[in-house]
């Protein structure tokens, strides 16, 4: 039972950053795919950016594409998401999630095995 713990998120305006943290407890996080999803109010889950076991493999949503990087340090079971130039629509409750697998390939919230329980983010216009 692999446990995620969420920080970092807060209010920030218009074209600000934050870095939000997921750290993991439980399992064998080396052997984990990592990902980051989103949900705003009255909106569906989407995806935001996945991480392959070592950090080598990364993929994005278009809407965060050359603004958001993710990131993992194995030694520390921790991923990050360093998220730049934010904008009123990235507003939303940001979660992070694990799939037990060395792939990264995974683009939907049915595909993984764990959630944290999110951290909100608000963007000002």
């Known amino acids: 039972q692999v446990q995620l713990v969420e920080s970092g998120g807060g209010l920030v305006q218009a074209g600000g950053s934050l870095r939000l943290s997921c750290a993991a407890s439980g399992g064998t996080f080396s052997s984990y795919a990592m990902g980051w999803f989103r949900q705003a109010p009255g909106k569906e889950r989407e995806f935001v950016a996945v991480?392959?076991?070592?950090?080598?493999?990364?993929a994005y949503a278009n809407s965060v594409k050359g603004r958001f990087t993710i990131s993992r340090n194995n030694a520390m079971n921790m991923v990050y998401l360093q998220m730049n130039s934010l904008k009123p629509e990235d507003t939303a409750v940001y979660c992070c999630?694990?799939?037990?697998?060395?792939?990264?390939?995974?683009?939907?919230?049915?595909?993984?095995?764990?959630w944290g329980q999110g951290t909100q983010v608000t963007v000002s216009s």
């Open positions: 991480i392959n076991w070592s950090g080598g493999s990364t």
């Open positions: 999630a694990a799939k037990d697998s060395t792939y990264y390939s995974y683009y939907t919230p049915d595909q993984y095995d764990y």
